[in-house]
C-alpha cells in the first residue's frame, strides 16, 4: 500500500512517499480503507523529534512510528475475531495516537473501542477534520474548564482547528467571545460568529486589561503570570498546546497561583477519542461543521506539515487519501 514513511527525524521533506505492507486485523481490530486524513501537532512533533520528549517516547536517535498521521476516516474494509459492533462497509473516524499512529497510508488497523461510526452528516473530508481538535476543545471547555452560559471566554490561536470548533461549540451557551489569531484569519474567525477579534502580530490580549472567566490557548506564548492577569477572580485558564518550556510553566506554576490567588491554571491532558459520541452528536444536530483547509492531495502531506508548523491554515488542513 501507498504510504507517508518516517525514516529519520527532521524537516517535513525528508518525509518520503513509498510502499508499506497492507496491515491484517489482529483478534478485536478492524482494517479501515482510508479516505481522508488531517494535518496535526502530533505530526509535526513527530516528524521533526521535537520536543525532545517525543524522542524519549517514540525513539532517541530513530523514530519507532514509520507511518505518521493521528486523524483519520475511512471504511471498515475487514473485521478480525471477537469484533461484533462493527462490520465490512462501516463507515469509521478516529484519533490513532493512542494506537501507534498510522493515518498517512491508504490502510490502517484500529482496535475496535478505538473507532466510532462517521456521522451522517459529515464528508470523510469533514470528519477526518473532528477527532483530535474537536476533543481539544470539548475537553478543554467542556470538561476542564467547567463552561457555563454567558462567559466571557477568549481563544488564543482562534483561526486553527481548535479554535474553529471551539466557536460553534460556544455560540449556542451566548458566550461573548474573543479570538486571537494572525490578521489573515480575521475575516473567517468572524464570519463562524467570534464577537470580537485581535491580531497577535498588533496586540498583545495579556496588556489590554480585559479580564476573562476563561481563556482556551493553543499557543502558550506569554508568561503564566500574564495569563493569570487576564483571569478575571476564579477564573479559568486551559493550554492544549505550545512549547514544552510554556506547559510546565503552566503545569508547575499554575498549581501555585491556583493556591493563592483563586484562578485555576492547567494544562488539558488529551484523552484520545473519549467525547467523539458527544462531538457526532452535536454535528448531527447542525451545531458543528469543521472548517476545512484542502482537501490537498496524498503526495502533498511533507509540504502541508511544513505549512501546519508555520500556522498558515485556517480550520483544519484535509488529505485525500482515497476518492
Not at 219 to 245: D, Q
Amino acid at each position: 500500500m501507498k504510504a507517508i514513511l518516517l525514516q529519520e527525524y527532521g524537516l517535513p521533506a525528508k518525509l518520503k512517499v513509498g510502499e508499506a505492507p497492507k496491515p491484517v486485523p489482529n483478534d478485536g481490530e478492524v482494517l479501515v480503507r482510508i479516505h481522508s486524513a488531517s494535518i496535526n501537532d502530533w505530526d509535526w512533533g513527530l516528524v521533526r523529534g521535537k520536543p525532545f520528549i517525543i524522542r524519549l517516547l517514540y525513539g532517541l536517535r530513530k523514530p519507532k512510528v514509520r507511518i505518521p498521521g493521528v486523524d483519520i476516516s475511512g471504511t471498515i474494509e475487514a473485521v478480525g475475531e471477537n469484533v461484533s459492533s462493527l462490520g465490512i462497509g462501516d463507515e469509521v473516524y478516529c484519533d490513532l495516537s493512542e494506537c501507534g499512529f498510522g493515518g498517512f497510508a491508504e490502510y490502517v488497523c484500529v482496535p475496535k473501542n478505538t473507532a466510532y461510526k462517521k456521522p451522517g452528516s459529515l464528508s470523510h473530508n469533514e470528519a477526518a477534520a473532528l477527532p483530535h481538535a474537536g476533543l481539544l476543545a470539548l475537553q478543554g471547555l467542556i470538561h476542564k474548564g467547567e463552561l457555563k452560559s454567558g462567559q466571557k471566554i477568549l481563544i488564543n490561536g482562534a483561526g486553527g482547528g481548535v479554535g474553529t470548533l471551539a466557536i460553534q461549540m460556544l455560540k449556542p451557551l451566548k458566550a461573548e467571545v474573543t479570538g486571537v489569531d494572525s490578521g489573515e484569519k480575521l475575516e473567517m474567525m468572524k464570519s463562524l460568529g467570534y464577537d470580537h477579534v485581535m491580531d497577535y502580530k498588533k496586540t498583545d490580549f495579556t496588556k489590554t486589561g480585559e479580564r476573562y472567566d476563561l481563556i482556551l490557548d493553543t499557543k502558550s506564548n506569554r508568561s503564566v503570570y500574564k495569563y493569570a492577569r487576564s483571569l478575571k477572580k476564579k477564573g479559568i485558564y486551559i493550554t492544549v498546546g505550545g512549547t514544552l518550556p510554556r506547559l510546565f510553566e503552566v503545569l508547575i506554576l499554575g498549581s501555585i497561583l491556583s493556591l493563592f490567588t483563586g484562578k485555576k491554571l492547567s494544562v488539558l491532558a488529551l484523552k484520545p477519542n473519549k467525547g467523539l459520541d458527544q462531538l457526532t452528536r452535536l454535528t448531527e444536530k447542525g451545531i458543528l461543521k469543521p472548517i476545512i483547509d484542502g482537501p490537498y492531495s496524498f503526495d502533498q502531506i511533507p509540504g502541508l506539515i511544513q505549512y501546519f508548523g508555520e500556522g498558515k491554515h485556517k480550520g483544519k488542513i484535509v488529505v485525500e487519501i482515497k476518492k
